[in-house]
């Protein structure tokens, strides 16, 4: 009897650390194993693994299958108790936004970076998985904008995976208005803010260069100016630092029309040809951030009654599009699924040769866009009411009537600056956007030099003026 009992310890003792071991083993698998949202498009085949009676089961069958095969992701069915590894594509389709088809599956932890790279004042990471990779992008608020975006998951000397360092310019600034060329001054480059507009030198003034109808932004430092020629596109990189800043540098582009621009994760060109319009992508790539100067053509915005034969602007529409907007429609596109949209709803005018930029409406971010040809879009100005999903005039008018002027959103508030203006001497005048009473309200600025039309014009952080 004695004997019997101590056998049943033993066999309990037994059971008992079986069970911790196999408690010990599920531990490990979700600790290194979670359930998430992945994109449908990447998984371009599943490989059967066999049947267990729990994700467990399958989790250890996913580890036990490397070297043979690289087992990132597994989906387990508990009615059919199948287990099956993902085998994912080449191709990369980006999840970043709610039009992506995903799927619910496990991924191995240790192959993907997990969490946010950290909070950012005026603005929020954007972060998006690909069959390869992870990245996040930095979208700045309203007005602000960041001296580079760009956050890569990248594996550490201890095999795991961390998102890379951030950098200075990693943040969102405040900012000023930055204008370059335009009509009769093409070779100049000035700062405008609300207290004060000057004059900043440049290499352009003693250069034939011609800085007329072009397109520029800020990244990492300096200013990317973008205009088309006859032979070949030309892109201008202007430096803030040093007595003559300023380089040439020849785009590879077919851009030979108008231009407009959008900064988000890379710089997007927008071109009107008799075609449609062609989204460009001149992508922004290395840590620190260098500029490639290829453009390589993304889509093209087949025309469209309404808006045909018109030219157009382009703005930031949400954290993942851009719209753009040309006679009495606008298309919306997706930098992600690389898909375009007309918006419902027509402009109440119609609008040739308009300036657009991002605003905040009702705590939601949308455009408004304002003058163009014509004596009564050249005075009004409208905006899309995400709401409503329709156009609506603001309650105030501009005070002179301009065409192919610029709309610039700062940390100070929206200007509206340059273009062609009926009343003589006019054209050094700058008018701002009232949010509150949506009025236009003259200001006693002026632009340091007469740019008039055509010229240039983007937000730069105010600590990057000399």
């Known amino acids: 009897m004695k004997v019997l009992k101590i056998l049943l310890a033993l066999i309990a003792v037994n ?18 194993y979670d359930k998430v949202d992945f994109p449908a498009d990447n998984i371009i085949d599943w490989i059967p693994l066999g049947t267990f009676t729990s994700h467990f089961g399958c989790a250890r069958a996913c580890m036990k299958a ?6 990132q992701i597994f989906d387990y069915d508990g009615v059919n108790q199948e287990c099956k590894a993902g085998n994912l594509g080449d191709y990369d389709h980006e999840l970043l936004g709610s039009s992506m088809d995903t799927k619910r599956v496990w991924i191995d932890k240790s192959k993907f970076c997990t969490g946010e790279p950290g ?3 005026n603005g929020k990471w954007v972060c998006h998985m690909k069959s390869k990779s992870q990245r996040c992008m930095l979208v700045c608020d309203t007005g602000y904008t960041s001296g580079q975006m760009i956050l890569d998951c990248i594996l550490g000397p201890d095999n795991q995976r961390y998102w890379n360092n951030l950098l200075p310019g990693h943040k969102c600034y405040e900012t000023v208005v930055v204008i370059m060329g335009g009509n009769p001054n093409r070779n100049h480059v000035h700062m405008l803010s609300k207290s004060e507009s000057k004059h900043l030198p440049n290499f352009f003034e003693t250069d034939p260069t011609y800085l007329h109808r072009g397109t520029v932004q800020f990244n990492v430092g300096q200013l ?16 803030f630092r040093g007595p003559n800043p300023g380089s040439k540098v020849n785009l ?19 071109d009107e040809k008799s075609t449609g319009v062609v989204v460009e992508q001149i992508e922004l790539t290395g840590s620190p951030l260098k500029i490639t100067h290829v453009a390589k053509e993304v889509l093209t915005i087949v025309n469209k009654d309404g808006f045909r034969g018109h030219l157009g602007c382009a703005a930031r529409f949400s954290d993942t599009s851009l719209i753009y907007i040309a006679g009495t429609k606008a298309v919306e596109v997706n930098i992600v699924s690389r898909e375009y949209k007309f918006l419902p709803g027509e402009l109440n005018i119609l609008r040739d040769a308009p300036g657009c930029d991002v605003i905040m409406i009702d705590g939601l971010m949308t455009v408004l866009v304002a003058g163009g040809n014509g004596i009564e879009a050249g005075h009004t100005s409208e905006y899309y009411d995400k709401n409503l999903l329709g156009w609506k005039l603001t309650s105030g008018n501009l005070t002179y009537a301009r ?6 959103t700062t940390s100070e508030g929206t200007f ?3 273009g062609h203006i009926s009343n003589v001497g006019s054209e ?39």
């Open 15 to 32: 059971l008992v650390s079986w069970g911790a071991a196999e408690e010990l083993v599920k531990a490990s698998v979700v600790a290194e």
């Open 66 to 71: 490397e070297p043979l095969m690289e087992c």
């Open 119 to 121: 909070p950012v004042p």
């Open 224 to 239: 990317l100016f973008y205009s088309p020629k006859e032979d070949d596109a030309l892109s201008i990189e202007y430096n």
């Open 252 to 270: 590879t582009s077919q851009t030979t029309g108008i231009l407009s621009s959008v900064k988000m994760d890379s710089i997007y060109i927008l």
């Open 403 to 408: 065409e192919s002027a610029a709309l610039v």
């Open 416 to 418: 509206a600056l340059g």
């Open 428 to 466: 050094k005048s700058v008018e701002m956007f009232d949010l509150v009473t949506q009025q236009w309200v003259m200001t006693s600025l002026v632009t340091a030099g007469m740019h008039g039309y055509g010229l240039a014009a983007t937000a730069v952080p105010k600590e990057f003026i000399p």
